[in-house]
């Protein structure tokens, strides 16, 4: 697996999903449209887009990851994934405007990481670990 420089995260029980839920097809049509809103500048060096998968992905402390930048090494590329079953999981059950505008805070949140690394800035990376600590903090 590829060194990610930043990951949004969350922990939720696993809450009931309601009737409303959207499919993985329906989340992809939708992130495809937050992605057709922004300009095209932001993507620049993000050679291998953005992607929506399928799985739930936890970190090793059990926290939901919504979303990771990655940066392949060797210069392979750079490509951001977004975890459709750890939306699910997350925000199940919201209705499908409040859904998506989750998805659109985690899409914006790993471009950032993007526009960041580019920079050569790693603030929201430092800040998601003093989050992180925050929250196993609260859960201990």
């Known amino acids: 697996m590829a060194p990610c ?3 949004f995260f969350v922990h939720y029980g696993i809450m009931p999903a309601g009737d409303y839920m959207l499919t993985f097809d329906e989340t992809n049509e939708a992130l495809t ?5 922004l300009p095209p500048g932001i993507f620049e ?3 291998c887009g953005v992607a929506l998968v399928e799985d739930a992905l936890y970190d090793e402390d059990g926290l939901l990851i919504l979303g990771q930048y990655h940066v392949e090494p ?3 590329g750079r490509y951001i994934t977004i ?3 750890s939306m699910i999981t997350a925000y199940g059950h919201l209705y499908p405007d409040a859904f998506i505008e989750k998805l659109e805070d985690t899409l914006h949140h790993e471009l950032t990481h993007h ?3 580019r920079a050569g800035d790693r603030s929201l990376e430092v ?3 003093i989050n992180k600590r925050r929250i196993l903090r609260r859960l201990n």
Do not use: F, M, R, V
Request: hydrophobic share 25%; aromatic share 4%; net charge negative.
């Open 115 to 117: 526009l960041e690394s």
């Open 74 to 76: 060797h210069g392979l």
């Open 83 to 85: 975890q459709y079953g």
């Open 45 to 47: 060096g993000l050679n």
């Open 5 to 7: 420089k930043g990951a």
């Open 33 to 37: 449209h937050l992605i057709e809103t």
């Open 127 to 129: 800040q998601d670990k």
